[in-house]
Every structure is written in C-alpha cells, then in structure tokens.
C-alpha cells in the first residue's frame, strides 16, 4: 500500500433530501463501504406524550392523528380505541365499518408513498409521480368524508365524526377497480426494472432472529419470513369478519420489503372491499359522555396493526378528564434501530436503499 | 436557404478584405465571429433544453411542467437565468479558492471547445482536423478534471465523494467509449469528422455499427454524468456531490457545461452513426440540429425513467461488458471488412 487511508464519518442528515424528515445519520465509511452507522434521533421530538397529560382525551385524537402523517387514521384509529377500551365505550357496527375503510385506505396511501419514495431515493424520480397520482386519489376520499385531506382526523370517541358521502361510493368503488392497474404499472416502471432489482436485491438482508430480537413488526418483519399481522393474530374492531391474506417473504432484503408492501396494497383493497358490502345502515356515533373520566388507576394497553408496524398505546387514567400517563410505542421508532445492523458492510447507496425500505415516518418516531 | 451560414461568411470575409485588412487579420476576425455566435447559439440552445427538458419530464410524469410564463411556460427559463445571475456569489472560507473559481470556468470552456470539430452542416466546420474524432475524445475527458477540481476545491467530503466517483467512472468510460468509435473509423478509414459524414452518403453507419452505437450510447451516458449514470451528483445520496458548495452563477455555469456536453456528444453521435447533416430537402445544417435534439430526447426518456445504478455495478458494466463487447465489436468489424474486401466490394 503506497497510500494509506482511514475511515472518515460522514454525516446524512439532519438536512438531507434522503432521510424521510428530521433524522440524522451518523455514518462511517471507508471510501464507499459502510463500516458503521449511528442513528441519532429527536429533530421532530414535539412531546406528544407530554401534550397527552394537558389534554382531554377527546382533545388528543388530532395529536395522535399526527403521529403517523402519512397514513394518518391508522394511529387515530388505535388513540381511540383504546381509549374506548379504556372506559368501556361501544362503537355502533356501521362506525366499526366505516373505520376498516378509511384505515385501509390509509395504509394504501401510506404503502404507495413507501413505493414512490423507494423510487426517488433510487433517483426514479417518476415513479413517486406516479403513485403521487394514485395515492391523489385516495387523498381525495378523505377529503370528501372530513373536509381534510392529509391530517383528517377524522376517528372520534366511540365512532367517526360523518358519516360517508354519497359521491364517496362511486368514488372508492373506481378506485379499487384500478388498483391491479396502478400494481402493473408500478410493477412495470419501478419493480421491473433491472437497476432497481440490482439495488434492492440481496440488499440490506434483516434475518428473522434479528428482525425478533429488535422487535421489528409490520411489513418490515413479514418480509423476513415470519406472517405476524395484528389484524390475524390479535384482531381488533372486526377484522376476524374479514377474508384476506397476509403476504410474506422470506429474503428479508429490500426487495422483499417492497414487494411485501406491494401485496398488502391488494390485499387492502380486498378488505374493503368486502366491508363496502356488509356495511350496515345505522348510527355512526355510539352514547359518548360529554366529559370522560375513566376512574383512578385504570390502565389499559392497546395494539394495532398501524401501516409500519405494531402501533401501542398505552393509557393510565387518574380519574380527571385527561390520561395520567400516554406512552406510544412507535414501530418507525423501533424498526429504525436495525438500520445499523443491515447496513454495515454495505455501501454508501445502500444506506439510502435501508432507510426507505424500513419505511420510518420521523413524526411517528420522534413522537 | 442552403448555405445561408457560409454565404454570411464569406459576405463578411469579402467587405473586410475590402476594407483592406490583410488575410490573416480577416480570418482571425472570422474566427472571434464563429466563436462568438457559437457560444450564443449554445447558451441560448441551453435555454432552450432547460425548457425542453422540463417539459418532457412533465410529460412523462404526467403532470403539466412550467406553465406560468409565456405561452406553455417558454419564458421559465430565462426566468430563472436572470435569477441565478443575482443571486449572491458565496465562497465557503475554507474553500481553496483559486480552483474553487476556476473550475467552473474550466468546465464550461472545454464544453465550447468540443464544438469544433463537429461539422454543422455541408461544409461548416471551424476546424476540419484529420484528427476530429480523437480530439473530441481527448477534450471531453478533460471535463472530469473540472469536476475534480470542484469537488478538491471545495473541502466537503460530499464533493469530495462526488468528485471521486466521476473521475473511477470517466476513467471506465473513457475506454469503451474510444473502442466504440474505432468501427466506424475502421470502416471510414478516417479520424476526421468531415470524411465519416461523407463516407456514410450511401449507409448511416447505425445499420453497419449496431452494437458499437448501443456501446457508445451507454458510454457517452456515463460521460455525461446523466442519469441513471449521475454518480459526480448524485442528488438522493450525495445532496449534490461535486457541486454542492456551488451557488448561483458559478452553479448555473455547470450546469450549462453539461447541457453544452449534452448538445456535443448526441451530436457526435448523429455525425457517426445518424448520416450527420445529409438529409434530403431541408437545409444541412437543419438536418443535423434535428438528428441531434432527437438524440438529446433520447437522453432525456433515459435520465427520467431509470434509477441510479449503484457506483460498484456502474464499474462492473463497464469492465465486464462494455469493454469485451466493444472489443468483440472491433474484431468482428474487422474481419468484415476483410470479407467484404476479397470479396470485391
């Protein structure tokens, strides 16, 4: 060796086009191979749990509805059931159908944006367009049901707040005829491509022990091999009345984490469209106290399955109007923690690979 | 309509001889003319590609590009020129400034220099070297030493990274790019640019060189720096490489150096393997500047329709494929020729 070289850091992040938000990404290199990688977290730490203690319960459904922007009913939907879990409320049948919908519509939405940002990270600039125009779709549904269309807040206390539009019918109904197109086209443009394949398989492998032993959950874990789904092995609301498979891969690469999103977007849409059918007429706002004060010492810990994972809250009440105590248990969060791990020994552009793949939403993480 | 640009030449050449200013004062005033016009012709096409770019990348990302100024948006550019000219010029302090200013100038001169031997028309040539070909290989290389420059210059390990991965590549590059090219020259018998054009007046030289055009295709890619071979810049991972410590007119210039680099290489690539300017009823020089923007679309569905190959992959097609198959290449051609020589042709 005539030249001598050393590793140097080199720091992606905090402001950087490729890491999904606030997020900083501490990462060692020796020339273009990764020797380690350190995460530091806490750009978008808002306090959410803290804010949970100052508000009613009813008050923090918009905070929870902002953990997870991007697919943005999913986290509203756990905040309030287990707050409904919490006091013993019931959710009339048609509200229970109407959440199923726009929580799969959401977790649609989310798994396209995963698609679209995996595809401009690998520099396809296209193909985020064209699931941009997809997911513009189900952005306007939301809209239609609660007037807003990222941050709609639209799950309440013991059912939703409106009940759905006539124009929303006709509008899902189209929607959900054109997802298999929208998959081929995605499948076309970006999964079909050779140097995406190149870059994504046999990249950044995440094993079935490590994946366990980290607690990784969600599409994440599933790409690993292991078929754990909330909604199969631990149903809430009434997922056991529902058909629907849950994919699984078993390489645990990048690829396998972007084809298992790509199913479950099918398998979403045939969730709704089951419930489209066997939603009844009726109320969609069960009997809510006008103030809820769960008695002292209650606490309760509920879990869903959120678009990225495994979504926990958990709740002590001290008998007032608002929760003694709010934890989330943020899947971005823990799902984050095995970046170093599958990134070591790779090179730099495959860092940027791992991090779109893990999917973190950085609002949902910092919390 | 023919030969308006030579005939504006010579009606220059002939009242400056009447003035009474010797040959050699009339044809180096000639020469500030021809380079002059072009140097506008390139900085205004460059707006031109700006607009032209932006809008197709609107059309295949289904959405409308720049729409607000002028009719379909055409004033978007020299727009935003006029903003990047007064923009404030900053210089980071720990910058080594020599070269940081130097090398977007370096860039863009070896960009205008590439012009010279590419013939833009029936005789329109400023320099006819019997060398054209090899010239242009040579000069166009030189562009990844600007990029080194910009990357060294600016002490940010982001440039640096950049600046490293556009030399690894313009080194790979450089060689199936050369190989390419020699079937053509062997089946031209010529480096100079002028004789391959004339030498194709029978068959463009994509029918006898379809593999050498794909080689070269790839190749001239990568030494353009465009997607999916934008290593030096690289903007998901390296926010902007070789350039990120650039701003304003300094950043713009190399911008306008790839794009003249752009305009160059598919316009070599339209003199070597497209018939250069000959074409039937339209005016040479119009031929040509059609083949070429038909070359540069190309270019452009490539650059926003594939994603960035990985730095390793991107060294490993060029070594293990490009390469061999050039060379395959330059031997099949050659025993071609033989061939078709015993053969009587």
């Known amino acids: 060796m005539f030249v001598e070289s050393e590793p140097y850091i080199i720091n992606i992040g905090p402001q950087h086009p490729s890491t999904h938000g606030g997020m900083h990404v501490e990462a060692l290199m020796d020339g273009e191979e990764v020797v380690n990688v350190t995460i530091h977290l806490g750009y978008v730490h808002r306090s959410v749990e803290k804010i949970a203690e100052s508000r009613t319960y009813t008050q923090f459904i918009p905070y929870a509805a902002r953990l997870d922007y991007m697919s943005t009913n999913l986290p509203a939907w756990g905040y309030v059931e287990a707050v409904e879990k919490l006091s013993g409320l019931t959710v009339p049948e048609r509200a229970q159908y109407i959440r199923v919908v726009m929580g799969e519509l959401s977790r649609i939405a989310s798994h396209m944006m995963f698609v679209g940002s995996l595809a401009i990270d690998l520099a396809a600039t296209t193909g985020l367009l064209y699931c941009l125009r997809d997911r513009e779709r189900i952005m306007d549904m939301l809209e239609m049901t609660s007037g807003q269309r990222l941050l709609s807040s639209y799950m309440r206390l013991g059912g939703v707040s409106h009940d759905l539009p006539e124009e929303f019918f006709p509008a899902v109904k189209s929607f959900l005829t054109d997802v298999p197109a929208m998959l081929d086209e995605y499948n076309g443009l970006i999964t079909g491509n050779e140097i995406l394949q190149a870059r994504c398989n046999g990249i950044g492998v995440l094993t079935p022990e490590t994946a366990l032993a980290y607690g990784v959950t969600g599409p994440n874990l599933r790409a690993s091999g292991i078929s754990y789904d909330l909604r199969r092995a631990d149903p809430y609301g009434i997922y056991d009345r529902f058909d629907f498979n849950i994919p699984v891969a078993q390489k645990g690469d990048c690829m396998a984490r972007l084809m298992v999103r790509l199913e479950e977007i099918e398998q979403s849409a045939r969730i709704i469209k089951q419930a489209l059918e066997q939603m009844p007429e009726g109320e969609i706002l069960g009997k809510v106290p006008k103030v809820l004060k769960p008695e002292k010492g209650r606490e309760v810990y509920h879990r869903t399955e959120s678009a990225k994972g495994e979504l926990g809250y958990y709740l002590l009440a001290d008998g007032t109007d608002k929760p003694a105590r709010l934890h989330v248990r943020a899947p971005s969060f823990i799902n984050l923690m095995v970046l170093p791990i599958i990134s070591r020994g790779s090179k730099l552009q495959d860092i940027i690979t791992n991090i779109a793949t893990l999917d973190p939403v950085l609002g949902e993480s910092d919390r | ?345």
């Open chain 2, 1 to 345: 309509m023919e030969n308006l640009f030579i005939n504006i030449a010579r009606t220059l050449s002939d009242w400056l001889l009447q003035l009474g200013l010797s040959h050699f004062w009339t044809d180096l005033v000639l020469l500030v003319v021809q380079w002059t016009a072009i140097i506008l012709i390139i900085t205004l096409n460059v707006i031109i590609l700006v607009w032209l770019e932006r809008k197709i990348s609107g059309f295949i990302q289904q959405r409308l590009g720049p729409n607000r100024l002028g009719p379909f948006g055409c004033f978007q550019t020299i727009a935003d020129t006029l903003k990047l000219l007064t923009k404030e010029d900053i210089i980071p302090s720990q910058t080594d400034k020599l070269i940081f200013k130097t090398a977007p100038m370096f860039f863009i001169i070896v960009s205008v220099l590439l012009y010279a031997v590419i013939p833009m028309g029936k005789d329109m040539v400023v320099v006819d070297l019997n060398v054209g070909l090899f010239y242009f290989i040579s000069v166009g290389s030189l562009t990844t030493i600007a990029i080194l420059m910009a990357g060294w210059s600016s002490n940010n390990k982001w440039s640096l990274l950049g600046a490293m991965r556009s030399v690894a590549q313009m080194i790979s590059y450089e060689i199936p790019l050369a190989f390419s090219l020699l079937g053509v020259v062997m089946i031209a018998g010529s480096l100079n640019l002028s004789a391959i054009v004339a030498a194709q007046s029978n068959i463009w030289f994509i029918v006898l060189q379809p593999v050498a055009f794909v080689t070269y295709f790839i190749a001239a890619t990568a030494e353009l720096n465009r997607g999916p071979f934008d290593m030096p810049e690289a903007e998901q991972e390296l926010t902007a490489g070789a350039y990120t410590e650039y701003t304003g007119m300094r950043w713009a210039l190399f911008f306008l150096a790839e794009y003249t680099n752009l305009v160059a290489v598919s316009a070599l690539a339209a003199t070597l393997f497209f018939g250069g300017w000959q074409g039937p009823l339209l005016p040479s020089w119009m031929w040509i500047i059609i083949k070429t923007y038909l070359i540069m679309l190309v270019f452009m569905w490539m650059k926003w329709t594939f994603p960035r190959i990985r730095m390793d992959h991107l060294m490993s097609l060029s070594w293990k494929v490009l390469v061999p198959v050039s060379l395959i290449n330059i031997l099949v051609t050659g025993v071609g020729i033989e061939i078709f020589k015993g053969m009587g042709w």
